[in-house]
């Protein structure tokens, strides 16, 4: 199993979660965070004053997959994040050793 974290700009969601529903993923973990990387942040005016704004809203994507859906829900999650712009984020990829259904005790793909 393998656990996806993907960083993406918030208004690219619903189109990345459709894209994945449509591949077989169902379930996903979604988290508003703020950070920034070559972007730097940007300034902004508010009421006359300039304001350094460095770290940058943006959504994370977890979900834990089958192996043998790997390379796709990469290429799907890259695809429908990618604007071609500064900022479009990341996506991460990591061994997952077990995943256990608390309400069943399933294990392994059983549990996803």
Do not use: S, W
């Amino acid at each position: 199993m393998k656990l996806l974290k993907c960083i993406i700009q918030p208004h690219k969601l619903e189109q990345v979660k459709d894209a994945l529903n449509a591949i077989g993923i169902k379930g996903m973990t979604v988290t508003e965070v703020k950070g920034y990387g070559r972007q730097r942040g940007h300034k902004e005016i508010y009421r006359g004053l300039e304001y350094n704004i460095f770290f940058l809203p943006k959504i994370q994507i977890e979900v834990v997959i089958e192996d043998n859906l790997l390379d796709e829900a990469v290429k799907v999650v890259v695809e429908n994040a990618r604007t071609g712009n500064i900022g479009d984020g990341k996506v991460f990829v990591m061994d997952v050793a077990n995943a256990i259904r608390i309400r069943t005790g399933e294990e392994g793909l059983d549990a996803l």
